[in-house]
């Protein structure tokens, strides 16, 4: 509005002139023209020889965090149905091997899926679905070798370790029926990528169609209850989602509509005995729990068994044949409450850290007197813990193994708070060596997402002990736009209050600076996609505040690329961002699209990765945003620029490949703060 004082023109055409303004670097989205490849080449050349004299830093962060990693492992074993599943990793390959062995003392293993015998010759390799039938004879499972995200599936016969001729593309997600022949899966469209459709297949027939979502702001999956009895086929949007059943035994009936979809009201289901338990925010935000009778013939009123709590989020609700385990989310910490069925009688399983993840681990089987649960933090290593329903005493089956000695005691984390500019209190997670000085002279490397209600995990990294090691003081900032405080944090943060999310960063690197926790000119910052449009939009606000800029796979083009209705995601994309074909909702995104923003101001170091095939942040985004850069800022700081021309939005796929890519990052850190080896 401020270049364009023409008000009174009409909508289409305001929106179409402005539009037309702001994609100097259009050009950069035909990947099929040599002259964009040989582009990209150029960056990664560039920044290749810039980054020559870390060559040596590089090599040595690689190999410590190679020589922290227990290369030759087993995961946990997980028992199901007569077998127990697992992955082992070997020294040398770049993949896990997925495996399982009966359950007799002596029983040989069975190797089930090598993805270093599926990547051979390729740069890429991902597993998707991984589903077994219950006679225990078949496996349907999917991979993806491009980074794409579109998954191919197929079945494999244990017994035999044939490949059946069923294969299809797009494959979404993947349910058997109870009758061991019948898949139900879901696909994609393949233009936008939006799962659209579910089918039903005999194993040696042809696909049947059964849905179709014509909204375009939803997508469909499907998957089976833990009770094994109900096949639930979930579509949601952002904001609203409904659910179908049909009974696993008999998938080529009709599926029941549960609750039909309401704007603005999202529910999920588990299933136990005569019973759907509904996961559901229609009285509020956070959710309540609710019941209703599975064998109905009509719909019915909900029976509320756990009513809405303003401060407490409920994220998951999980059935077993005796108890029920509620995923909550409270003052920002994940709580886990098991409640037995016979009698209600609930408790929450207690933790020692004051800030951590906790979540369910691994629990497919119905009976199960003892839950796995996953448990770790900025200085506890990633674990797994037998929990025993009754007695309530823990057995640790295995702690994630740090090679060469690791002791938590020489590392302290801590939760303290910004305050933001309208007064709201922002949380901060800190992690540092113990004998590190908070005394505003040292370095520090602040992370960030905040979007789409996700938590940033409060996890351990054994690679980012390479900077503890070094004197860096590691933080999260849990802005709002993300879901640490429930739904309305998440509110707080998205549509027309996007900026929080900026400001809620800004905020909590002026603290840590105020504080004494990092130095002035010292903090480096990090985050990856919509954390990567964070930070560049909080870059393009303070770019004086930040020492050094990662960007991974960052969403900086948010106007152009939320134009587009044909990009994958984009429709669907609209609740939380906006329609940039409704005025209003253009308005917010103009004022901080990360592209149309770039000014002439002195920006700080940064390296900005991008991949060539990832599908759900184009490559051109982050090309477009780094030549706007270099055409504007008024600097000479580094300014990098490297795609992978062969991996996908979460970058290298095989272990190896991603710790050089670390390694890397880090090495730029490291440098640009001049914090020495």
Same mark, same amino acid.
């Given at each position: 509005?401020?270049?364009?004082?023409?008000?009174?023109?009409?909508?289409?055409?305001?929106?179409?002139?402005?539009?037309? #303004?702001?994609?100097?670097?259009?050009?950069?989205?035909?990947?099929?023209?040599?002259?964009?490849?040989?582009?990209?080449?150029?960056?990664?050349?560039? /920044?290749?020889?810039?980054?020559?004299?870390?060559?040596? @830093?590089?090599?040595?962060?690689?190999? !410590?965090?190679?020589?922290?990693?227990?290369?030759?492992?087993?995961?946990?074993?997980?028992?199901?149905?007569?077998?127990?599943?697992?992955?082992?990793?070997?020294?040398?390959?770049?993949?896990?091997?997925?495996?399982?062995?009966?359950?007799?003392?002596?029983?040989?293993?069975?190797?089930?899926?090598?993805?270093?015998?599926?990547?051979?010759?390729?740069?890429?390799?991902?597993?998707?679905?991984?589903?077994?039938?219950?006679?225990?004879?078949?496996?349907?499972?999917?991979?993806?070798?491009?980074?794409?995200? &579109? =998954?191919?599936?197929?079945?494999?016969?244990?017994?035999?370790? !044939?490949?059946?001729?069923?294969? &299809? !593309?797009?494959?979404?997600?993947?349910?058997? *029926?109870?009758?061991?022949?019948?898949?139900?899966?879901?696909?994609?469209?393949?233009?936008?990528?939006?799962?659209?459709?579910?089918?039903?297949?005999?194993?040696?027939? &042809?696909?049947?169609?059964?849905?179709?979502?014509?909204?375009?702001?939803?997508?469909?999956?499907?998957?089976?209850?833990?009770?094994?009895?109900?096949?639930?086929?979930?579509?949601?949007?952002?904001?609203?989602?409904? #659910?179908?059943?049909?009974?696993?035994?008999?998938?080529?009936? *009709?599926?029941?509509?549960?609750?039909?979809?309401?704007?603005?009201?999202?529910?999920?289901?588990?299933?136990?005995?005569?019973?759907?338990?509904?996961?559901?925010?229609?009285?509020?935000?956070?959710?309540?729990?609710?019941?209703?009778?599975?064998?109905?013939?009509?719909?019915?009123?909900?029976?509320?068994? %756990?009513?809405?709590?303003?401060?407490?989020?409920?994220?998951?609700?999980?059935?077993?044949?005796?108890?029920?385990?509620?995923?909550?989310?409270?003052?920002?910490?994940?709580?886990?409450?098991?409640?037995?069925?016979?009698?209600?009688?609930?408790?929450?399983?207690?933790?020692?850290?004051?800030?951590?993840? *906790?979540?369910?681990?691994?629990?497919?089987?119905?009976?199960?007197?003892?839950?796995?649960?996953?448990?770790?933090?900025?200085?506890?290593?990633?674990?797994?813990?037998?929990?025993?329903?009754?007695?309530?005493?823990?057995?640790?089956?295995? &702690?994630?193994?740090?090679?060469?000695? =690791?002791?938590?005691?020489?590392?302290?984390?801590?939760?303290?708070?910004?305050?933001?500019?309208? +007064?709201?209190?922002?949380?901060?997670?800190?992690?540092?060596?113990?004998?590190?000085?908070?005394?505003?002279?040292?370095?520090?490397?602040?992370?960030? =997402? +905040?979007?789409?209600?996700?938590?940033?995990?409060?996890?351990?990294?054994?690679?980012?002990?390479?900077?503890?090691?070094?004197?860096?003081?590691?933080?999260?900032?849990?802005?709002?736009?993300?879901?640490?405080?429930?739904?309305?944090?998440?509110?707080?943060?998205?549509?027309?209050?996007?900026?929080?999310?900026?400001?809620?960063?800004?905020?909590?690197?002026?603290?840590?600076? *105020?504080? +004494?926790?990092?130095?002035? +000119?010292?903090?480096? %910052?990090?985050?990856?996609?919509?954390?990567?449009? @964070?930070?560049?939009?909080?870059?393009?606000?303070?770019?004086?505040?930040?020492?050094?800029?990662?960007?991974?796979?960052?969403?900086?083009?948010?106007?152009?690329?939320?134009?587009?209705?044909?990009?994958?995601?984009?429709?669907?994309? =609209?609740?939380?961002?906006?329609?940039?074909?409704?005025?209003?909702?253009?308005?917010?995104?103009?004022?901080?699209?990360?592209?149309?923003?770039?000014?002439?101001? /002195?920006?700080?170091?940064?390296?900005?990765?991008?991949?060539?095939?990832?599908?759900?942040?184009?490559?051109?985004?982050?090309?477009?945003?780094?030549?706007?850069?270099?055409?504007?800022?008024?600097?000479?700081?580094?300014?990098?620029?490297?795609?992978?021309?062969?991996?996908?939005?979460?970058?290298?796929?095989?272990?190896?490949?991603?710790?050089?890519?670390?390694?890397?990052?880090?090495?730029?850190? @490291?440098?640009?703060?001049?914090?020495? !080896?």
């Amino acid at each position: 509005i401020i270049l364009f004082p023409e008000i009174a023109l009409d909508e289409a055409k305001f929106l179409a002139r402005v539009k037309a #303004c702001v994609d100097a670097y259009g050009w950069l989205r035909d990947r099929s023209d040599a002259s964009v490849v040989r582009y990209l080449e150029a960056e990664n050349a560039y /920044a290749t020889s810039v980054l020559a004299p870390t060559v040596g @830093l590089q090599e040595t962060l690689y190999r !410590e965090m190679l020589g922290r990693i227990k290369e030759t492992d087993l995961s946990v074993p997980v028992p199901l149905r007569g077998f127990t599943y697992y992955t082992r990793t070997e020294e040398g390959l770049q993949y896990p091997i997925h495996c399982r062995r009966g359950r007799a003392p002596d029983a040989a293993e069975e190797v089930l899926v090598d993805l270093n015998a599926l990547a051979r010759g390729k740069s890429f390799m991902s597993l998707g679905a991984f589903a077994v039938s219950d006679n225990s004879r078949l496996l349907a499972y999917s991979t993806d070798d491009t980074g794409y995200r &579109q =998954y191919t599936l197929v079945v494999k016969n244990l017994e035999s370790g !044939e490949h059946l001729a069923l294969r &299809q !593309e797009r494959v979404t997600s993947v349910a058997w *029926a109870a009758d061991d022949r019948t898949l139900c899966y879901t696909t994609e469209d393949p233009t936008t990528k939006r799962s659209d459709r579910l089918w039903r297949q005999a194993i040696d027939g &042809q696909p049947v169609a059964v849905e179709h979502e014509a909204d375009e702001a939803f997508s469909l999956a499907v998957h089976r209850t833990r009770s094994r009895e109900w096949l639930v086929a979930q579509s949601g949007s952002h904001t609203t989602s409904e #659910c179908r059943v049909v009974r696993a035994d008999d998938v080529t009936g *009709a599926w029941r509509l549960l609750l039909p979809r309401v704007s603005d009201v999202e529910y999920d289901v588990d299933h136990h005995g005569d019973t759907f338990y509904v996961r559901i925010n229609d009285t509020g935000r956070n959710f309540r729990l609710a019941r209703m009778p599975a064998m109905m013939l009509e719909t019915v009123a909900l029976e509320e068994v %756990i009513a809405h709590r303003p401060a407490v989020m409920l994220e998951g609700h999980d059935f077993f044949e005796q108890h029920a385990v509620f995923s909550e989310r409270e003052d920002g910490v994940p709580q886990l409450a098991v409640r037995r069925l016979a009698d209600g009688v609930t408790h929450r399983v207690t933790f020692p850290e004051p800030a951590y993840e *906790a979540y369910l681990h691994s629990n497919p089987e119905w009976r199960a007197p003892a839950l796995r649960i996953g448990y770790q933090s900025l200085v506890t290593p990633s674990s797994v813990y037998e929990y025993d329903l009754e007695s309530r005493d823990r057995t640790l089956l295995k &702690q994630q193994e740090v090679v060469g000695g =690791y002791d938590p005691a020489r590392f302290v984390s801590d939760r303290i708070h910004a305050t933001a500019s309208d +007064g709201t209190r922002i949380p901060i997670s800190l992690v540092r060596r113990a004998d590190v000085a908070v005394d505003s002279s040292t370095p520090g490397f602040l992370q960030g =997402y +905040g979007a789409y209600g996700y938590s940033f995990p409060v996890s351990f990294s054994s690679a980012r002990l390479s900077l503890l090691e070094r004197g860096v003081v590691v933080a999260i900032a849990h802005i709002r736009g993300g879901g640490e405080l429930g739904k309305a944090w998440h509110d707080a943060g998205r549509m027309s209050n996007k900026v929080n999310s900026f400001t809620d960063f800004i905020a909590c690197a002026e603290h840590l600076v *105020a504080e +004494g926790h990092v130095a002035m +000119g010292r903090l480096a %910052i990090e985050g990856g996609s919509a954390g990567g449009l @964070l930070m560049a939009a909080v870059t393009n606000l303070r770019p004086d505040l930040f020492g050094a800029v990662v960007s991974q796979v960052p969403f900086v083009d948010v106007l152009n690329s939320m134009s587009d209705p044909s990009l994958p995601l984009t429709v669907g994309e =609209y609740e939380e961002w906006g329609n940039p074909d409704v005025r209003e909702e253009f308005g917010w995104m103009h004022a901080y699209s990360p592209y149309e923003n770039v000014r002439a101001a /002195a920006y700080p170091p940064m390296l900005v990765r991008t991949s060539l095939n990832d599908s759900q942040v184009m490559y051109w985004e982050p090309a477009k945003y780094v030549a706007q850069l270099r055409s504007l800022k008024t600097n000479d700081t580094p300014l990098l620029f490297l795609t992978n021309m062969g991996a996908g939005h979460g970058g290298a796929s095989g272990r190896y490949d991603r710790l050089r890519e670390i390694a890397t990052d880090y090495a730029f850190v @490291l440098t640009m703060l001049k914090v020495g !080896e």
